[in-house]
Nanobody
Framework: VQLQASGGGLVQAGGSLRLSCASSRRTTSNNAVGWFRQAPGKEREFVATISWSGGTTSYADSVKGRFTISRDNAKNTVYLQMNSLKPEDTAVYYC?????????????????WGQGTLVTVSS
């Protein structure tokens, strides 16, 4: 079962968006979940991960201090709060189960991602 991201849209630089990632309990139970993004014509980029308990998080340097990942296991939902958005944050954002070490930021550790959500930040 794949994870589905939603909540993207068009926002001006400096604005905020909150992305949501819905899944089944079986898919994310006892698993870390994370976000990665892909801008047009660019490679995929790690964004953030969160442990099953929510007690451990990791962020790419490019979003640290601006983005916050969180999860509500009762709702089987993971969130990505994005503040102080920049044009370079424009990308399709995907959420996925993360099987690697939380701090590694390895793109190869992502699995079960579904359709992403487009975030466009205008200058």
């Amino acid at each position: 079962v794949q994870l589905q991201a939603s909540g993207g849209g068009l926002v001006q630089a400096g604005g905020s968006l909150r992305l949501s990632c819905a899944s089944s309990r079986r898919t994310t139970s006892n698993n870390a979940v994370g976000w990665f993004r892909q801008a047009p014509g660019k490679e995929r980029e790690f964004v953030a991960t969160i442990s099953w308990s929510g007690g451990t998080t990791s962020y790419a340097d490019s979003v640290k201090g601006r983005f916050t990942i969180s999860r509500d296991n009762a709702k089987n939902t993971v969130y990505l709060q994005m503040n102080s958005l920049k044009p370079e944050d424009t990308a399709v954002y995907y959420c996925a189960v993360y099987y690697g070490s939380i701090g590694s930021g390895s793109l190869r550790s992502f699995s079960k991602w579904g359709q992403g959500t487009l975030v466009t930040v205008s200058s």
